[in-house]
């Protein structure tokens, strides 16, 4: 291809985003394919001979376009927000057109100092303290692996140098929520730290995290002769947005020695807000933090922002320095491939900068006031309207509720029946999304408000198929839809 083509196809392949966009709205959230549907229509084997990217809009528009779900749609309330704003789509594509490869400063000087100082900017806006210091990786999984691995070498004074945990004759011990985010338990095993050494503690009503059962199984642990190591709180929890006691937790690890890390992936962006920062009271005493930018705040994915106080022990834990890679300006620069587990890495502080230029703080802090508005709107029709129920409380955008017809009350086989039908019947109708999950036993209908263009008029369409299809699962099963 060259660029006569380039140009071409690109004006073509930007219409054709820009027009998806402005119809989004029409189309059925949840793609309604069935299993190999998008596979059967591509060939078994590769062209032998380039044809070009003369119909690859058509392309797009017949096999790749019916087998989305459109997170960025008005009716997505599943999983969390995942927005790719419009802005952050063109940071991806000046990032993809210069090809940059960013491990070392002297690899792309621009792609360090740009990351550095947007994730400066993002410092600033949570409000963090400047002892603080960001790198951007690609998912809050691979900054929270990255932090149990700063643990353990904290704990067992840089076993790695020696014969790693394998030697370790006193085992070292992770703590986190029994609601904490998957990635803390399948972190923990790929760090070498074994199942029998993770504690996932009890919560409370609220679902956060018991500080006293916290200290409870730090003691039982060093009676054992056990180290603990590492606890996980957690800023809205990933079924609840439950906010864990930092400050509480923050004392203990000061207390035990343990390394404090604050998963904050998706709450992180309300801290944009100032009155949003008491949740999480107590950050400024972590060892690390992550919040993505690639949920809320609208940064297309891949884009997680890592926070560390003490940025040295994270490069001795993480670096590699063979004589190819060596620079003259290593000792006046930072080379991003030492924050992080790969070598390689994109330009991604592109999109977060075009993001941030283009909405400002401001426009920003106007959309989350939005959704927590709405989230809130929805929450007390809920409170209000007999036969509905919420099963955790709503400090952000998530709520947790189900209906508990009076027939049914009491009898959780049915009622967990009857809720996973009205989710399929909102589902398969196709202006909303919603992902249904078990909260402790009990099925819930599970409402994450976040997505770019929603309005409160799309929350409240939400509130009346709700209502509409609660009364229908009770008078008939869901429809087939062959």
Same mark, same amino acid.
């Not at 966009?21 to 059967?40: H, I, Q, T």
């Not at 790719?84 to 400063?105: E, P």
């Not at 690609?138 to 030697?167: P, Y």
């Given at each position: 291809?060259?660029?006569?083509?380039?140009?071409?196809?690109?004006?073509?392949?930007?219409?054709?985003?820009?027009?998806?966009?402005?119809?989004?709205?029409?189309?059925?959230?949840?793609?309604?394919?069935?299993?190999?549907?998008?596979?059967?229509?591509?060939?078994?084997?590769?062209?032998?001979?380039?044809?070009?990217?003369?119909?690859?809009?058509?392309?797009?528009?017949? !096999?790749?376009? &019916?087998?989305?779900?459109?997170?960025?749609?008005?009716?997505?309330?599943?999983?969390?927000?995942?927005?790719?704003?419009?802005?952050?789509?063109?940071?991806?594509?000046?990032?993809?057109?210069?090809?940059?490869?960013?491990?070392?400063?002297?690899?792309?000087?621009?792609?360090?100092?740009?990351?550095?100082?947007?994730?400066?900017?993002?410092?600033?806006?949570?409000?963090?303290?400047?002892?603080?210091?960001?790198?951007?990786?690609?998912?809050?999984?691979?900054?929270?692996?990255?932090?149990?691995?700063?643990?353990?070498?904290?704990?067992?004074?840089?076993?790695?140098?020696?014969?790693?945990?394998?030697?370790?004759?006193?085992?070292?011990?992770?703590?986190?929520?029994?609601?904490?985010?998957?990635? !803390?338990?399948?972190?923990?095993?790929?760090?070498?730290?074994?199942?029998?050494?993770?504690?996932?503690?009890?919560?409370?009503?609220?679902?956060?995290?018991? @500080?006293?059962?916290?200290?409870?199984?730090?003691?039982?642990? =060093?009676?054992?002769?056990?180290?603990?190591?590492?606890? /996980?709180?957690?800023?809205?929890?990933?079924?609840?947005?439950?906010?864990?006691?930092?400050?509480?937790?923050?004392?203990?690890?000061?207390?035990?020695?343990?390394?404090?890390?604050?998963?904050?992936?998706?709450?992180?962006?309300?801290?944009?807000?100032?009155?949003?920062?008491?949740?999480?009271?107590?950050?400024?005493?972590?060892?690390?933090?992550?919040?993505?930018?690639?949920?809320?705040?609208?940064?297309?994915?891949?884009?997680?922002?890592?926070?560390?106080?003490?940025?040295?022990?994270?490069?001795?834990?993480?670096?590699?320095?063979?004589?190819?890679?060596?620079?003259?300006?290593?000792?006046?620069?930072?080379?991003?491939?030492?924050?992080? !587990?790969?070598?390689?890495?994109?330009?991604?502080?592109?999109?977060?900068?075009?993001?941030?230029?283009?909405?400002? /703080?401001?426009?920003?802090?106007?959309?989350?006031?939005?959704? =927590?508005?709405?989230?809130?709107?929805?929450?007390?029709?809920?409170?209000?309207?007999?036969?509905?129920?919420?099963?955790?409380?709503? &400090?952000?955008?998530? =709520?947790?509720?189900?209906?508990?017809?009076?027939?049914?009350?009491?009898?959780?086989?049915?009622?967990?029946?009857?809720?996973?039908? !009205?989710?399929?019947?909102?589902?398969?109708?196709?202006?909303?999304?919603?992902?249904?999950?078990?909260?402790?036993?009990?099925?819930?209908?599970?409402?994450?408000?976040?997505?770019? &263009?929603?309005?409160?008029?799309? @929350?409240?369409?939400?509130?009346?198929?709700?209502?509409?299809?609660?009364?229908?699962?009770?008078?008939?099963?869901?429809?087939?839809?062959?």
């Amino acid at each position: 291809m060259n660029t006569d083509e380039f140009r071409r196809t690109g004006h073509e392949l930007i219409e054709w985003i820009a027009t998806y966009r402005e119809r989004m709205e029409s189309l059925p959230v949840m793609s309604p394919v069935a299993p190999g549907d998008v596979a059967r229509q591509l060939p078994t084997e590769p062209p032998m001979k380039g044809a070009g990217l003369d119909h690859i809009v058509q392309d797009l528009e017949r !096999i790749v376009l &019916p087998g989305i779900t459109h997170w960025n749609h008005p009716g997505f309330f599943a999983y969390f927000p995942s927005n790719s704003d419009l802005a952050s789509v063109l940071g991806d594509l000046a990032c993809a057109g210069l090809g940059a490869q960013g491990m070392s400063w002297q690899t792309s000087p621009a792609a360090t100092e740009v990351e550095d100082v947007v994730m400066d900017w993002l410092r600033q806006m949570l409000g963090l303290p400047e002892t603080f210091t960001g790198v951007i990786q690609d998912s809050a999984s691979s900054a929270n692996f990255c932090a149990l691995l700063c643990a353990r070498e904290r704990s067992t004074a840089f076993g790695q140098t020696r014969g790693g945990m394998q030697w370790e004759e006193e085992p070292c011990v992770v703590y986190a929520s029994s609601q904490a985010h998957s990635s !803390i338990p399948k972190g923990a095993l790929l760090a070498g730290f074994g199942k029998e050494h993770l504690r996932l503690i009890e919560t409370d009503e609220n679902h956060a995290l018991r @500080v006293d059962l916290l200290e409870a199984a730090i003691q039982a642990d =060093l009676s054992a002769g056990r180290v603990p190591c590492a606890v /996980v709180a957690a800023v809205g929890t990933t079924a609840t947005t439950a906010l864990d006691d930092v400050r509480g937790i923050a004392d203990l690890a000061a207390e035990y020695g343990l390394w404090l890390h604050v998963d904050a992936a998706l709450a992180g962006t309300a801290m944009v807000l100032p009155e949003c920062r008491w949740m999480w009271e107590g950050s400024e005493a972590a060892d690390s933090i992550v919040m993505n930018p690639h949920k809320w705040m609208g940064v297309g994915f891949d884009c997680s922002a890592y926070f560390v106080r003490d940025p040295e022990h994270l490069i001795r834990v993480m670096s590699t320095n063979p004589s190819y890679l060596r620079t003259a300006q290593d000792g006046e620069v930072r080379n991003l491939r030492d924050w992080g !587990i790969p070598l390689g890495r994109r330009f991604r502080a592109l999109k977060l900068w075009f993001q941030l230029q283009d909405l400002g /703080v401001e426009g920003l802090q106007r959309r989350i006031r939005r959704d =927590l508005d709405n989230a809130q709107w929805l929450r007390e029709q809920v409170a209000a309207t007999p036969e509905w129920e919420l099963l955790a409380p709503v &400090p952000l955008q998530t =709520l947790c509720l189900r209906h508990v017809p009076a027939e049914l009350a009491g009898d959780e086989v049915a009622l967990a029946a009857h809720n996973l039908a !009205i989710v399929e019947r909102i589902n398969r109708a196709g202006h909303c999304y919603l992902t249904p999950a078990v909260l402790k036993g009990q099925q819930m209908i599970r409402v994450s408000i976040g997505s770019t &263009p929603t309005e409160k008029r799309h @929350v409240e369409g939400l509130w009346q198929e709700l209502q509409l299809q609660a009364v229908a699962s009770l008078q008939g099963p869901v429809a087939s839809s062959a």
